[in-house]
Nanobody, 127 residues
Framework: QVQLVESGGGLVQAGGSLRLSCAAS????????VAWFRQAPGKEREFVTA???????TSADSVKGRFTSSRDNNKNTVYLQMNSLKPEDMAVYYC?????????????????????WGQGTQVTVSS
């Protein structure tokens, strides 16, 4: 199973940018679909964006055009670039890897499809 560690969270003003990292170990993350989810206080966890092992991305409507996921296979790391941040983007962000290698070329946004999760990183957006 792949182990994941997120980093890069912090405090940013509305309109600013952050890049989150999801460093993998134990397995080569290039073989997995990887998704980002987030959870704000008092709210349910929600899908943000995902990138498949062949590089196809899907995103929630709320972040389309602002958030982009990418991979650096040499570093065994997946990134989430977040631009034009809004106060409603404030949450703990988690990366997650698919339960199986070489899954669907178009990743789902269903949390149940992802079996390995990081510990999360806090993103705070001030207005």
């Amino acid at each position: 199973q792949v182990q994941l560690v997120e980093s890069g969270g912090g405090l940013v003003q509305a309109g600013g940018s952050l890049r989150l990292s999801c460093a993998a170990s134990g397995r080569t993350v290039s073989s997995y679909n990887v998704a980002w989810f987030r959870q704000a206080p008092g709210k349910e966890r929600e899908f943000v964006t995902a990138i498949s092992w062949i590089g196809v991305s899907t995103s929630a409507d709320s972040v389309k055009g602002r958030f982009t996921s990418s991979r650096d296979n040499n570093k065994n790391t997946v990134y989430l670039q977040m631009n034009s941040l809004k106060p409603e983007d404030m949450a703990v962000y988690y990366c997650a890897a698919d339960r199986e290698m070489y899954g669907s070329g178009r990743p789902s946004g269903r949390a149940a499809d992802f079996g390995s999760w990081g510990q999360g990183t806090q993103v705070t957006v001030s207005s």
